[in-house]
């Protein structure tokens, strides 16, 4: 299994960009997805998720500015990001799992603001 993530780059704060990960040999379904950041020196923190019906949950840090959502039939998850921060600059990580079920990672895309 591989999730693969892309997306990332440099933009300036306010600008936008869309984060995609794609599952290889996952039975996608069946997983909640979701995108975790981790910027230099501090703890990987949870940005979104999206579960197998569709339920969506954000951190407050990016609530109303940050979308995910899931395409099963393509077995990618997506990460839309308006209105960026210089403080949302981070490596991205996708993350798969499920009940009884491994949990995957993704080897992240990293996303730097300009202020």
């Known amino acids: 299994v591989q999730l693969q993530a892309s997306g990332g780059g440099l933009v300036q704060a306010g600008g936008s960009l869309e984060l995609s990960c794609a599952a290889s040999?996952?039975?996608?379904?069946?997983?909640?997805m979701a995108w975790y950041r981790q910027a230099p020196g501090k703890q990987r923190e949870l940005v979104a998720s999206?579960?197998?019906?569709?339920?969506?949950d954000y951190a407050d840090s990016v609530e109303g500015r940050f979308t995910i959502s899931r395409d099963n039939s393509k077995r990618t998850v997506y990460l839309q990001m308006n209105n960026l921060k210089p403080e949302d600059t981070a490596v991205y990580y996708c993350?798969?799992?499920?009940?009884?079920?491994?949990?995957?990672w993704g080897r992240g895309t990293l996303v730097t603001v300009s202020s």
């Open positions: 993350k798969a799992w499920g009940t009884f079920r491994p949990v995957y």
């Open positions: 999206v579960s197998r019906g569709g339920t969506t």
């Open positions: 040999e996952l039975n996608f379904g069946d997983y909640t």
